[in-house]
């Protein structure tokens, strides 16, 4: 599934990037979206993931657990996010030079620890919005 990498800078933001080729590969459980920066520069992007919520709203609801792992860095821990939240969330990235990424967004399974890992992340995350005067009037209670 081709996804679209979108420039990190604010007045271009909304446009295509077309120097990170980005794109999904999928299975029922897990999903791994594949960048690719295709210049000799640093490119610095997110990619949008608003193509995915079709994908996952037919075998998920709103609130299931899905685990972030970078499968490039074994050091960074894995990061719990509610697929809403992940769907709208722009994670930006910085590639170097030729460089690659892949990020792997594995379906939890219902279980109270996975919801609750999620539910702390999620707080935190909305708190350092709140700290860097970012606007989180988009994120909704469901």
Not at 105 to 115: E, M, R, S, Y
Request: neutral net charge.
């Amino acid at each position: 599934m081709p996804l679209v990498a979108r420039n990190e800078t604010t007045p271009e933001r909304n446009t295509w990037l077309n120097t990170v080729l980005a794109y999904g590969r999928f299975s029922l459980m897990e999903t791994a979206i594949i960048s690719t920066n295709l210049t000799d520069q640093t490119q610095k992007f997110f990619v949008d993931h608003k193509r995915l919520e079709n994908l996952f709203t037919k075998t998920c609801g709103v609130n299931t657990v899905v685990m972030v792992k970078d499968l490039l860095d074994s050091v960074k821990a894995p990061e719990y996010y509610f697929l809403r939240e992940f769907i709208s969330t722009e994670r930006y990235q910085s590639l170097p030079p030729f460089g690659s990424s892949i990020v792997l967004i594995t379906v939890c399974p219902d279980d109270k620890f996975v919801f609750q890992n999620a539910l702390k992340s999620s707080i935190m995350r909305t708190k350092e919005k709140l700290l860097n005067g970012l606007d989180i009037s988009a994120e909704q209670i469901s």
